[in-house]
């Protein structure tokens, strides 16, 4: 395990922010974790944990041991007719993890194609797209304490996964260091298509009965055409989460704002963030080396050069502003480092 010094961020996070680590490890297996935890206490600076780089925002240099998890390794734990078992590395690429999922008719995560990052971030963040969460086919994951190093099992009902949430963002924040998930997936899956645009996309595909791999191929296409890639525009995808407001806050903005689009829920209703920039007018809007992306104003981008902190201003402008004009905090769902 070989730890290196000032190590520069850029290739490691999907903003594109050149940003440097005091230290810098990569722990392909668990002992390496371990290992780099221990070593960190022996140089006096705190561990950060760095999976995909698609969910964070540089607007400094970290001093810490940035710790990139890199463990690998997809098994089949068990399985009946119904459904299987699969543990996996929390450093597999969680679109290729997918993808694998795909290829071996493993249904319950086709609607989560494309999403950057890697698998042990993903429990952290109750990842979702087009209608499915991954508190839907969680199992259970496997976690190391950052202090006394024990390893702790966690199933569902102790994760407290909400909407892009769950206890390792709240409670246990900086508590535990995720090494392994395991997902419990379909062989006879049910199909999400009444979620944004994949009932009209496949139609457009030709496709009436579709399978999950068609599934995921309408997925990948929307996804495709929304959103910047982010090796060519620096970005981290939707850069606020979907708020929810009261019913009786939503049926006095449908009186001022008749198009608003919006989605029941139990605790109100769920309004597009997207929609909210549009309309305060800031899709498409550049500021020297970064802006608001001209397909999808959910997604802020970095053109290259831009810095964290200018992002992070950006984001707060169009909080006000959308507060200003609709009465609605919108809440990011990228971290800011």
């Known amino acids: 395990m070989n730890i290196q010094e000032n190590i520069s961020l850029l290739p490691y996070n999907t903003f594109g922010i050149d940003k440097k680590a005091r230290f810098f490890v990569q722990a392909k ?19 950060f944990i760095l999976g995909g780089g698609s969910n964070i925002l540089l607007t400094k240099d970290i001093e810490a041991l940035v710790l990139k998890i890199e463990i690998e390794g997809i098994r089949v734990i068990s399985e009946n007719n119904e459904e299987i078992l699969v543990e996996v590395g929390a450093g597999e690429n969680w679109h290729q993890f997918v993808l694998y999922c795909i290829e071996n008719n493993w ?11 890697t698998v042990g971030a993903s429990p952290m963040q109750n990842i979702g797209a087009y209608g499915v969460e991954l508190k839907e086919v969680f199992h259970q994951l496997k976690a190391i304490h950052r202090e006394t190093l024990e390893e702790k099992i966690f199933d569902w009902n102790t994760c407290h996964f909400g909407y892009r949430e769950s206890v390792f963002k709240n409670e246990l924040k900086d508590q535990y260091i995720i ?32 399978n999950i791999k068609n599934i995921s191929d309408a997925v990948i296409h929307i996804r495709q055409t929304k959103l910047p890639d982010p090796k060519m525009i620096g970005n981290a995808g939707s850069f606020f989460k979907n708020p929810t407001i009261s019913k009786n806050q939503f049926a006095a903005l449908k009186e001022a704002y008749p198009d608003i689009p919006s989605f029941p829920m139990d605790e109100g209703v769920k309004i597009p963030a997207a929609w909210l920039i549009e309309k305060t007018g ?31 201003e950006l984001s707060k402008k169009i909080q006000d502003s959308v507060k200003q004009q609709f009465g609605i905090l919108l809440h990011p769902e990228v ?3």
């Open 29 to 47: 297996t668990e002992e390496n974790v371990k290992s780099a935890v221990q070593r960190s206490k022996a140089l006096n600076v705190p561990v």
């Open 107 to 117: 249904g319950g995560v086709e609607n989560l194609s494309l999403i950057p990052g």
């Open 179 to 210: 090494v392994k998930v395991v997902f419990r997936l379909s062989k006879k899956p049910v199909l999400h298509t009444e979620y944004g645009a994949i009932k009209q996309t496949l139609e457009d595909m030709g496709i009436s009965s579709p």
């Open 282 to 312: 800031w899709k498409g809007k550049t500021f020297g080396k970064i802006g608001v992306h001209k397909n999808q104003p959910l997604v802020l981008v970095n053109y290259g050069g831009g810095d964290g902190a200018e992002i992070r």
């Open 335 to 337: 971290n800011f480092i």
